[in-house]
């Protein structure tokens, strides 16, 4: 079955960049999706179809993806970026298939 | 602005069941494929469930396929979970999800324990 492995942890400096990696097979056929979940909160898409940012989205967020990896860069990271981050696609039957999960944390 | 509210969740015995409910507003419900995703510490975020636009279409994970029905009311704009035969391992928050051929945007979710 398909699986999708992330870092656990990201730290990063503020004004630095961070970088989120996702690794799966079913990503060289598919798009990958990112969230964003802050504390208690519901998660927020910040990046789909690989790359492009939805509406209210800060243009620090970006994605791109190389074969089997997808990258989410936060580039000049702030503090209001806390929280854990989780990659997303869907398998073959087009279920959803959800990343590991990584958490930010800029000090 | 597009609400999805959760409701339903407690504490409940293995074995016992409960029904989740997701009320929906600020959107034309009826357009829209559904998702119930769950989320605990331990897995992160598992997807759990999904209907089509009319209910007539719906898919399982493996792990609650025979114990778990979604299933929807369009005039109410509000989608279900129905959970039986509990298990300690279906303890999570469980989040509805709205899906526009991806998951755009989630409820704030409730939460299910499952314990005795």
């Known amino acids: 079955s398909y699986e999708l492995t992330q870092p656990p942890s990201v730290s990063v400096s503020p004004g630095q960049t961070a970088k989120i990696t996702c690794s799966g097979d079913a990503l060289p056929k598919k798009y990958a999706y990112w969230y964003q979940q802050k504390s208690g909160q519901a998660p927020v898409l910040v990046i789909f179809e690989g790359s492009k940012r939805p509406s209210g989205i800060p243009e620090r967020f970006s994605g791109s993806s190389s074969g089997a990896l997808a990258t989410l860069t936060i580039s000049g990271a702030q503090m209001e970026d806390e929280g854990d981050y989780y990659c997303y696609t869907t398998d073959n039957s087009g279920n959803p298939l959800f990343g590991t999960g990584t958490k930010v944390t800029v000090l | 602005e597009v609400q999805l509210v959760e409701s339903g969740g407690g504490l409940v015995q293995p074995g016992g069941s409960l029904r989740l409910s997701c009320a929906a507003s600020?959107?034309?419900?009826?357009?829209?494929?559904m998702h119930w995703v769950r989320q605990t510490p331990e897995e992160g975020l598992v997807w759990v469930s999904r209907?089509?636009?009319?209910?007539?279409?719906?898919t399982y994970a493996d792990s609650v396929k025979g114990r778990f029905t979604i299933s929807r009311d369009n005039a109410k704009n509000t989608l279900f979970l129905q959970m039986s035969s509990l298990r300690a391992e279906d303890t999570g928050v469980y989040y509805c999800?709205?899906?526009?051929?991806?998951?755009?945007?989630w409820g704030r979710g409730t939460l299910v324990t499952v314990s005795s």
């Open positions: 999800a709205r899906d526009v051929a991806h998951i755009d945007c």
């Open positions: 600020g959107f034309t419900f009826s357009s829209y494929w």
């Open positions: 209907t089509n636009n009319d209910g007539t279409t719906t």
